[in-house]
């Protein structure tokens, strides 16, 4: 069941008006209406470098994942018959895994992981978990989903294609109807990329989201 939170009280800068590194702007809050206006409008929170700073993103280009493009190797596909996959059943220790990873750039600062936990007990934002058959959480991603959109935010692995068997599960369900929802994942990556993540400029993606928005919620427990 999803809740509606308290209008958002912020009034953000068009998209397209980021500078050159993607940033639009400076402050605001993380209340559960904030976030679902900023990616709404294209837009997505992150820590400005080392400090406290909230910055909201909108990059160019973006990288997103044609849900009929994800590459699936053959180790892949053994490793999702090795691996048992839920949704939203540990979304917070999903989101703990992936703050304790070692990244260079680490964004999942206390106050964003209370923001997400506070809006996953509204029903807006997700995770997909995998498990070995012994029972532990080797793997899993989380992000936020508005009609047609999943913005994925994070994903981690302790296993071997944990988070890639994850990724399958995701883009199964966002499949299911064949309706042209959109799986936003911000920067391409070159990790990301060898799974299909393309780069698109950010006029399209804009155009991309707003056909996405207008779609409906996918089936998440299918």
Known sequence: MRLEPEPNRWAFPPADTADENGLVGIGADLAPGT??????????PMTL???????????????????????VTRS??????????????????????????????GWITPDIREAYV???????????EAWT?????????????????FA????????RDASKVALVSLVARLAHGNVPRLLDVQWATGHLQTLGVVE?????????????????F???RC
């Open 133 to 149: 058959q012994d029972g532990e959480l080797v793997g899993g991603l989380y992000g936020v989903s508005i009609g047609g959109l």
């Open 76 to 105: 892949l596909r053994r490793s999702v018959q090795r691996y048992r996959v839920t949704v939203d059943v540990a979304f917070a220790d999903v989101i703990d895994a992936c703050r304790t990873i070692d990244r260079p750039h």
């Open 152 to 159: 994925g935010e994070s994903m981690f692995h302790i296993d």
């Open 118 to 128: 506070r809006l996953h007990r509204l029903g807006w934002a997700h995770s997909v």
């Open 218 to 220: 996918p089936p998440w």
């Open 200 to 216: 698109i400029s950010r006029n399209e993606y804009l155009s991309r989201l707003e056909r996405a928005l207008e779609q409906p």
């Open 49 to 71: 470098g080392d400090t406290n700073k909230l910055g909201w993103w909108s990059p160019d280009p973006r990288g997103v994942l044609p849900l009929d493009e994800l590459r």
């Open 35 to 44: 976030l679902l206006a900023a990616y709404r409008t294209g837009l997505f």
